[in-house]
């Protein structure tokens, strides 16, 4: 008899046939002629030593040797899926996709990755950014992180930060500001995806009746910070984004007012997903993140 080696390429062409109930159904499945098929099947049976298939008609069907090497050979072939998928499944669990905005990815998320592969190198994390954070959906994606009140009763939940808003720029530019009137004079940097965050900041100053307010509007946060640090004008900041930034130096508050709104910023993620690894170690690692 052949060595099983060389007869796997005929028995998984055998097994195609048993399955297909035929030659030329096989063929069809394999991509191959039915010619090629037949050779198959007769090198399988001059390795055996055993015919396992008889003419019935214009039909083929099994020996009762076929049918008994049929039966085994079926199974194998099942159990070597089931392993080859097992393979697939335990790399897939080391994926952790999350869907984050723009800003929120490069200011506050990304910088800290490093402390997360430190623990956990094996974990393959994708990021995906969209527009805005007040409605992301879980769709393609093992978690999110989502701005709001925390008021969502679909999702698993973990408080990450507040809305904290406080004007920053270059160090230079805040010399000559004292006070929140000062900066209606100034030029401000606006973010397009929060275009509301100077009229809050000023209405919590108690400016009410501010005139509008001139300045460059800019796609998103991160582009507004870059331009604050290279003295363009006085940018409104969620405060965990510029911590880092104060921290250096880089950006210096303009006037010591903050202003906090009733929302912030959650992790969320499936329920039947949240007690399970990758989902559960990136939970208790953003846990700790502040």
Known sequence: MHSLRA???????????????????????????????????????????????????????????????????????????????????????????????PSLAIRWLVPRLRGFYAQHPDIDLEISTIAMADDIRLEGADCAIRHGMGEWADVELDHLFDDEFLPVCAPHLARHLKTPQDLLQANLLHSMMRPEAWSLWFSSAELVDSPRLHGITLANAALCYQAAADGLGIAIAQRAYVDDDLRSGRLVIAVDHVARTESGYYLVCDPLKAAEAPVKLFRDWIRSVR
């Open 7 to 101: 007869l796997l390429g005929p028995l998984r062409v055998f097994d195609a046939v048993c399955r297909a109930k035929g030659i030329t159904r096989a063929a069809q499945v394999l991509h191959v002629t039915p010619g090629a098929v037949s050779q198959q099947v007769k090198q399988l049976e001059v390795g055996l030593g055993a015919q396992l298939f008889q003419k019935s008609g214009r039909e083929i069907e099994l020996t009762a040797v076929g049918k008994r090497l049929a039966h085994r050979v079926s199974d194998a072939f099942d159990r070597l899926n089931d392993a080859l998928k097992d393979v697939v499944d335990i790399q897939l669990d080391k994926r952790l996709r999350l869907k984050v905005t």
